[in-house]
């Protein structure tokens, strides 16, 4: 058998193990990559070449600051201020619960986001005597949204800023308009979207004048340094270039900084860290260097060239609404992945990044789509189940399908008005 | 030669539960909370509720703790919301919020039978969220309850501090 072809059957095998669920997919992509080093694709050496240590630590960096975070009940607070502020008008928390999502979804992770804003929304909703449903569907279109935002705020923002050396300022200015357009749009659409679901007894309203959210913050010295240290850590990002250091590098000097001052223990904070997402990762990483090993990439890159005819304009569009199609439907980490090397080879010789803002904008906002185009997605529907509110996958999709075509829609008219025309 | 620790463990769930005059909470699956609340208070002894199906057989327990939790949940609720900071305390969160009976709050159908001894009975209390357990017998009826105070008692029976308690052990010439 040809090395390409064995390869291909091991990277296809890997794939469909991931998306069937059928075993974990830690172990799926570890043992993916490692089959690729026993049957002699790729050495060990090259395989850990390929492991890009800036996303592992990154990621992991990140994971630390929001573990810790996640203790001082920071955002908590906040949800309950606001939708006091919100006067305990449904459509106004709806507005707010959002926007905290995307803000905690651009700056943290998918699960953080979740834990965070998950169990306050339950709660309002009950005091409220309304379904959690649009409240819940509402977060995970505005987690995605949000998430597109930042370096920091999606896994495939993250490889690809590492991959592409487009930094957390990069990002800001080229992800942020299109996050920021996408969110307004969105939030006026929910009003229409949601409209069944906004009477309240005005009685109850009142209820929510119970509240205190002082309470909710249990850590307050805790929550004083863990916002300073992300302050400055996010600073860091902004800066990193004329501090001449890697985002990986800012992140774990920020999360081992909170470690310090916060005198957390270091065994109970690296439990907070997903390890397996980690190994994820990493047997990803060398799936990848197998596949481009074995000249696949070459041969998906020429299709796609064959395809658009080479065109750049063509080509945005193609990676932009086909990585929107298929990150509602798969993992969008193993399919940025993948798509990595291909965009590498499609950009040589380009002046723009129009090539990777596609990829980065498809493999976020198609997310949306379905219950299972991301963890987000998956939890918070958990969520809605476990409490006695299922949400099912055609309920979902109506409202998924609709606000992912139209952020996509938004995306296409920004990619060819900003770096097309 | 017989010592309080061979002793206490011998000890039958009969004997010990007739130590302390503990009633036996019993409440269906179906119940509401308000319900399950009320009959918790009106038999103040037992920590443990008992929930049986439609043909009395026991099919969960429910600690009076996890009764009082669900419902202060949402009195106080920044004392709960506060203390989450996992998914698997998120998703505990929400199936304590969706909880409106006594079968969506219920553990598993721990008990033990008359003719079971203390040592039984320690090895199924031997965890920090339940203090006693309900009596059923062959056909998984209540027929009782245990607590861990009784399996406290047997033990200070058995060291010869009756004084205390007014009883007699062997041990007494």
Sequence with gaps: MSPLLLGSAIFVLTYALIASEKIDKMIAALAGGLV??????????????????????????????????????????????????????PYRILVVLCVITALASALLDNVTTVVLVGPITLFLAARLGLSPVPFLIGEILASNIGGAA?????????????????????????????????????????????????TVDPKLRDALLDLDEREMITHPELLRKSL????????????????????????????????????????????????????????????????????????????AVALTGGDTAATAMLLLWLSGILSGVVDNIPYT?????????????????????SLALGADLGGNATIIGASANVILVNLAAREGHPIGFWQFLRYGLLVTVGSLLVSTVYIWLRYLL | MRTPESITQRTTIGEADALLEIESITVRADDDLQHVAEAAGAHPGAR?????????????????????????????????????????????????????????????????????????????????????????????????YIDQLELLLVWVRACGLETLLGGQTEGDA
């Design chain 1, 228 to 303: 300073i240290v992300l302050g400055l850590t996010l600073a860091g990002f902004l800066f990193h270039g004329i501090l001449h250091l890697e985002p990986a590098t800012i992140a774990l000097v920020g999360a081992v900084a909170l470690m310090l001052v916060a005198r957390e223990d270091p065994a109970e904070v690296l439990q907070e860290v997903e390890w397996p997402t980690l190994f994820f990762f990493i047997g990803l990483f060398m799936l990848v260097a197998g596949v481009i090993e074995v000249g696949l990439i070459e041969v998906l890159a020429e299709g």
């Design chain 1, 337 to 357: 992945a993948t798509m990595i090397p291909v965009v590498q080879q499609l950009s040589e010789g380009q002046d723009s990044d129009v090539l990777w803002w």
């Design chain 1, 36 to 89: 690729m080093i026993l049957v002699g694709i790729i050495s060990q050496e090259e395989a850990f070449e390929h492991i890009d240590f800036n996303v592992i630590f990154l990621l992991a960096g990140m994971m630390i600051l929001a573990g810790i975070i996640r203790k001082t009940g920071v955002f908590g607070w906040l949800a309950i201020r606001a939708a006091r502020l919100a006067g305990g008008e």
């Design chain 2, 48 to 144: 443990v509720i008992a929930v049986v199906d439609h043909e009395e057989r026991l099919v969960g327990i429910l600690p009076v703790q996890r009764l009082v939790d669900n419902i202060y949940l949402k009195i106080v609720p920044e004392e709960f919301l506060g203390a989450i900071t996992d998914v698997e305390q998120t998703l505990a969160y929400a199936r304590n919020m969706g909880a409106r009976t006594a079968g969506d709050l219920m553990l598993e159908p721990l008990s033990v039978r008359m003719e079971d001894t203390v040592r039984d009975a320690f090895a199924l209390l031997h965890r920090p969220d339940i203090s006693g357990l309900p009596i059923t017998d062959d056909e998984r009826r209540v027929v009782g």
């Design chain 1, 150 to 198: 930042t370096l920091i705020g999606d896994p495939p923002n993250i490889l690809i800023g590492s991959a592409a050396n487009l930094d957390f300022v990069a990002f800001l200015s080229n992800m942020l308009p299109v996050s920021i357009i996408c969110m307004a749009l969105f939030l006026v659409a929910a009003r229409w979207l949601f409209r069944g679901y906004f």
